[in-house]
Every structure is written in structure tokens, then in C-alpha cells.
């Protein structure tokens, strides 16, 4: 997201609004991840009410072709 559009609260309010839809059409689980160094990720799911499942070693690689550990996030439909 552009800098100028940061910290306004825009992400998390979409990301409320696709687990919403995503439970009233049916989903029961929802799942994220994260690398365990971008911690604006994890900020959101935290604020959307997802839980922390655990951290994936070496999960998936970025841009530069190096490996990182993923933090693991779900939320279930209640």
C-alpha cells in the first residue's frame, strides 16, 4: 500500500470485511500468513481477531530467491 495510505486503518477494515463475506458464504476456517518480519501483517490479523497457530520454518521464499519462516494465523466462524 502507497505510505500516504498507512496507518489509516483501510486494510484492516477490508480484511473484516472478506472474512465476513467469506463466513456468510459458507467458509468455517479462515487462514494467513505471514513473514515473521513484516509485523504490519501481524498487527492486522491480530486486530481482525485471528490467533497466532504457530510459525512455518522456512516456509516460502521472497522476491530475492531467500527462504523465511511464515507466522501461521486462523480464525474460525462461531
Known amino acids: 500500500m502507497n505510505a500516504d ?8 477494515e477490508a480484511v473484516k470485511a472478506v472474512i ?3 463466513f456468510a ?3 468455517e476456517r479462515i487462514e494467513a500468513f505471514a513473514d515473521v518480519e513484516n509485523k504490519a ?3 492486522v490479523m491480530e486486530k481482525v481477531g485471528m490467533q497466532y497457530e504457530g510459525t512455518l520454518r522456512k516456509y516460502d521464499v521472497r522476491r ?3 527462504l523465511y519462516d511464515a507466522e501461521m494465523w486462523s480464525i474460525i466462524k462461531v
Open 5 to 12: 495510505y498507512r496507518n489509516k486503518g483501510y486494510i484492516t
Open 20 to 22: 465476513n463475506h467469506l
Open 25 to 27: 458464504i459458507g467458509f
Open 41 to 43: 501483517s501481524t498487527k
Open 64 to 66: 530475492d530467491d531467500s
